[in-house]
């Protein structure tokens, strides 16, 4: 069986490492892949946006099963072209997508069916939001509608920094297209849970729980990135709550975007705040978070290609899913300079890390060298009996690891481990 897994970055070396281990024992294929996928398989290149490319590289290697793992080839329709050139596809289709690619869609879609979540309102001119954070309290939630790179959320304090984001978004189009549509929140309080899920559409499959560290520096400093870090489960997120979310938010949803002729087959991604009023939607995500699925896949005790036919199939229902009752600190290593400008081309060196997994994501390999080439290099990966183990042993692995401007947090899993300490 020849399986494609369309992206280049670590989330998709944790899918490639994943899909290695099943027991269909499938030839792996990355499109464009990384300095890390070539461990599994073999890496083609391409544009992750080049639909028509995409379709020829299946042809040309005899690809059996893609799955798409990047957020903009499935807003643009990625899977829906797969499936019509008869191939299957493991993702949503670009109308059930939008709960991503469109910010105004997800909150009128929460709206509509009483999916809990903050107040909002939407904008496509800058003057009129202007006028509605005149008279708003602070801080407020201003969101660019589209993709960008999961950097288009700003925390603005005060009126005065409202006023900047809403300019720079609108007019200065600092997210490009993304930000021609804006949405203001209600700013929420309270813990951050991600809760990544299998779905075929009309069953659901919570994985398990985790926590996302969005600043760049330690104390939750310094501007927001793609995630410089991850633990799982997230001591926050209770069976309890987890029932509550399950009634209120995660059904409901699965059911909203069938009713609304867009059934969600993929991995549906709930970035969820516990709120003293209760469990609210802050964003979906309409694939496997970056980093967070290098911190779960691991933990995941069954096959998960396996799992991926059975969503493709609308067959989840019958899926045995089982998980390893461990816990799992992901720690990210950047550029300097990360989220802002960075150099490149540094060469990387990696020690003895134990049995703790490496990662790759913004680098490239030449003549058996790894060299820097993104923002986000690399992580580390550690499984312990208790989320103490794993952050101790994530943090001892990374010492291991050097490559010129590297900085990391060295804070990550802090907060949960205080939770479960009652600090």
Known sequence: MNVLVIGSGGREDALGKKISESRLSPSLFFLPGNGGTGRYGTNIPGS??????VIAACREHSIDYVVVAPDDPLAAGMVDAL?????PAFGPERMAARIESSKSFAKDLMRKYSIPTASYAVFTDSLSAIEYVSAQNYPVVIKADGL????????AESREEAEAAIRSMMDDEAFGDAGRKIVIEEFLTGPEVT?????DGKTIVPMISSMDHKRAHDKDTGPNTGGMGVIAPNPFFTDEIAAECMERIFLPTIRAMEKEGCPFLGCLYFGLMLTPDGPKVIEYNSRFGDPEAEAILPLL???????????????LSDADIKWKKLSSCCVVAASGGYPGKYGK?????????????VYIAGAEEKDGTLFTSGGRVLSVVSLSDTLEGAVDKAYKAMESIHFDGMFYRKDIGKRALEALNGV
Do not use: H, N, Y
């Not at 499936?83 to 191939?87: E, L, Y």
């Not at 960008?148 to 925390?155: C, E, N, P, S």
């Not at 809760?195 to 779905?199: A, C, E, K, P």
């Open 48 to 53: 992750v946006m080049d639909i028509t490319g």
């Open 345 to 357: 081309g540094k060469a990387i060196e990696i020690g003895d890390t134990g049995d703790s997994a």
């Open 83 to 87: 499936r019509g050139a008869g191939i």
């Open 195 to 199: 809760v990544l899920s299998f779905t």
């Open 148 to 155: 960008a790179l999961g950097k288009g959320v700003i925390i």
């Open 301 to 315: 005790d069954s096959d998960i290609l396996q799992i991926m036919q059975s969503v493709t199939e609308g067959r």
